[in-house]
């Protein structure tokens, strides 16, 4: 049993000594191309950023904003067509209760009085 394990370390020691050497004399020759190879992965993640704003910026102007106030189910279809603009003044008709029903904000008459006679 321990012949097993000597056998295993030193396996392992001359795997060891066979990596280091093969990474003094590739690191000497690869100064140039780890040079390029930095200068095109800075390029890389310096687009990737660009892209990451310009992204940011559409998202922002096409975004969707709820609105104040519930939409009712008969105008929801033609709020949802809407542009943003045309959203913006079906809020402010709703708001001011310009879209509202008419029997809601017409005050109610009094009956006629009725002449003595």
Known sequence: M????LVTAT????????????QTTSASDSTDTTKAASATAAAKHTAHHRQMASNEKRAGRGAY???QQPVPYAQLDAYMKATPKERLAMEQQANTGGAANASATVPAQAP???QPE
């Open 2 to 5: 321990n012949a097993k394990i």
């Open 11 to 22: 396996a392992v020691a001359v795997l060891a000594a066979v990596l280091a050497a093969a």
């Open 65 to 67: 904003a709820a609105p």
């Open 112 to 114: 006629p009085a009725k």
